[in-house]
């Protein structure tokens, strides 16, 4: 017999019974926890991120044996990491930027490195791939963190055009000082044959 009665007061009815008594028992924290949760999101700060994309033409060319290709992708992105890096937190860059949309006061030296360390914190650099990066820029508004990711981004491709250009100068420089010095030694060396006849 105390088989049949412990089965009868563990029945579905008599669980059912306990649950609506203690109702109150669910609810309440259910709710409370629900409120917290919904005046704590509602007190956060509105945070907005905007993101561009930069690309560029690999300067390594497509055609180059197959075996370094890999090899050249990775030395691409560390290059561009490190220019990257160079040129968007350069301390001028940032402090151009700072003063063009008054992120922070730049009143005493304390105060701008202060702004520069902030500033290189709000900014976020990740590679798409070897030859594309995205650039990100955080802020409470979403129309002034759009305005200074366009700026970075315009930055960044004038500095890099800048890079490019003193490049290309020193490659022409040395390209043209070889061409003066093989020139020079194929006429010594025309003259010494013209001797030899």
Known sequence: MQTNTAAQGLSVDAVL???RRRKFYLLIPTVLLTAAFAIYA???PERFRARVLLAAESTIPRDSVKARADAAAIINIQEQLRTVRETLLDRRA???VIREFRLYPLDTKERAEQAIESMKSRIQLQVEGPDALYVAFEGPDRQQVMQVTNRLAELFIERTSELRGHRVEEV???LDTEVDRLRRELSGREQSVQTYK
């Open 94 to 96: 940032l402090e151009a």
């Open 17 to 19: 019974k306990a649950l």
């Open 172 to 174: 022409t420089g040395f």
């Open 42 to 44: 509602l007190k956060q």
